[in-house]
């Protein structure tokens, strides 16, 4: 392979790729919760390149609720993962082969490479990511989508005034744990909910929230209450159900609710909102989103979340589980919150 | 009383004032249905007017859904109806008396002087009426609030495009039916949800209505589909409940949801939205409204209500209850869906 035509630049500087990585597809779509018989890992042949395309060796790949919506066959906002094709995913890794004009071996690029080892794909469909000041991790949580998520709805959808107080639920995870710093940074007081004492404290302590509730801890909504003595401007909504419940109760007139994930119920729960009632009493505005369709906004958000993480001031955690056999165990822990901050998988 | 010295303009021009009139009272607040014992009438005397006061004849008193939610003592988005206090409403009528500069006896006024055959206020809270284009009656249906609630929920929150699709849910009523005609003036394809096929012969006949569902033929899911082939862009919601989830499961990407009103759930019954998920899936939004928190539009709405009124395009329908003493029983009818069109009751 090193003297294929194909691949100049790799024969002179890349001696070294492989004929061969690894990849996990989706076997079969899961009836109620992802089991790991629903992914098969297999490996595959390096692919030649083709004009414009690029190899990348995946360092990183990022594990995301949205990946539950894609196992299903139901309609969502996105297609369906197909059975038998790589999980999707994003990925941060490093050129090993070009045959783009614009990257080189040995840059840092982002894409959507999947649940693999290696990927290819044009070169103007990956980012090239300046590892100076960010980690190349990072790239897949605060400074990347998750911290793009966190942006949107805080500030397109809520739009917080200082003094204000916000909710966030799954507020030590990757979105949630960006919502709440950036409010902070905005003067709001900010109110986590959380799953166990260990990431309450992490949420108050490490991430600077002024309180978390512990959901677990069986009195969501008296806690609640007591966190939020002037009531509630603001929710960002990752989980649904009781905690999405508890915090509609606490909103103060005008409350703007930003619905970005409804983790609590992938497994096919419904998720009612109980007393609709309250969303006309209290005027309230709630919005569903999906920002990978705003991406006009990206460029003013990561170069916010970017400054912030290289100031110190926007702080993270990541769960990095070991190799891409580890990854469907690591999926399923993340459904069920046993992750800290942003899980990832080490590739490579 | 003709001459009093606090009456000079009436002891001119009104010799025939009457000491005394009557008026509706909260006597009890309603535990499940209203019913007529909730009501008191009595008579009471005719005040002197104060410095800069007006006394008005009311010819008409408006009856609207809202008044339900003031009649508990839970806490809404407005202080509850007092007891033993006129029942909250509003009102056009004659000026019989005045003691403000703006206003003269004869001028037509609108006003909020409740469930009462005459009403004292001071004559900045009145609004002078032009009866020459637009008759009387109107100022309380569609050039009044009701129409003013249809004009801001579809212009400030649906914000229609021509050729989208919207579900009004009360479409016969005084709302509902201005909001499908102003939809249909933006080039709109416009269905509306009604109980009775008398009600929805109206609502496609009179109202210009390209479709109408009555939802007591059992079934309303499977008819607003066949309603809507295109899906539903906009939900301009009156009842909540079935209605809000047959609309909401026929959505598309983006839709906007005004929730004006949850009449259905007046007795008291829970109002879930079953389906929380599909908020998040088709990116809805979804904001409830008071419209007078927005009095700064409604000189906007009024003129634009006002013209096509007496043009011809925005056509109305009044149910019209004869006396004080038929309100309560009207108003009764008015929360079981008794009534086509706007609610009225004749005073005088």
Chains 1, 2 share one sequence.
């Not at 100049?8 to 001696?15: C, E, G, I």
């Not at 007139?253 to 119920?265: N, S, V």
Request: a positive charge; one cysteine or more; proline letters at 5%.
């Amino acid at each position: 392979m090193s003297t294929s035509p194909d691949l100049p630049a790799v024969a002179r500087s890349a001696p070294e790729i492989p004929r061969h990585y690894q990849r996990i597809v989706l076997a079969s779509r899961p009836r109620g919760p992802v089991l790991p018989e629903n992914f098969r890992i297999e490996t595959v042949a390096v692919p030649a390149l083709g004009d414009s395309e690029v190899l990348v060796r995946n360092h990183y790949l990022s594990l995301d609720p949205y990946m539950r919506g894609r196992m299903s066959a139901a309609k969502s906002y996105a297609a369906s993962q197909e059975l038998e094709h790589t999980m999707i995913g994003n990925t941060v890794g490093q050129v090993v082969a070009s045959r783009h004009a614009g990257m080189a071996v040995g840059d840092y690029v982002g894409g959507l490479l999947g649940w693999a080892e290696m990927g290819v794909a044009d070169g103007a469909a990956l980012r090239k990511l300046d590892v100076t000041q960010v980690a190349l991790p990072v790239y897949l949580g605060a400074v990347g989508m998750p911290g793009m998520a966190a942006w949107y709805g805080l500030t397109q959808i809520i739009q917080p005034k200082a003094g204000e107080t916000l909710v966030v639920s799954a507020a030590s995870g990757a979105v949630g744990s960006v919502v709440g710093q950036l409010a902070k940074l905005r003067g709001c007081r900010v109110v986590g909910i959380a799953g166990g004492a260990a990431k309450c404290a992490h949420v108050r302590d490490v991430l600077g929230f002024d309180a978390c509730v512990d959901y677990k801890a069986g009195n969501l909504e008296a806690d609640l209450a007591a966190a939020t003595p002037d009531g509630v401007d603001g929710i960002f909504e990752n989980v649904g159900g009781a905690t999405l419940e508890a915090a509609l109760a606490r909103t103060n007139a005008f409350a703007r609710i930003a619905l970005c994930g409804l983790i609590g119920g992938f497994n096919g729960q419904e998720m009612p909102i109980k007393n609709s009632r309250i969303l006309l009493i209290r005027r309230l505005s709630l919005r569903g989103f999906i920002v990978t369709e705003h991406m006009e906004l990206w460029p003013q958000g990561l170069q916010e979340l970017q400054a912030l993480v290289a100031a110190g001031k926007l702080k993270y955690h990541h769960s990095v589980a070991q190799g891409l056999a580890s990854a469907p165990q690591a999926f399923i822990g993340l459904l069920q919150g046993q992750n800290l901050g942003k899980q990832l998988v080490k590739l490579n």
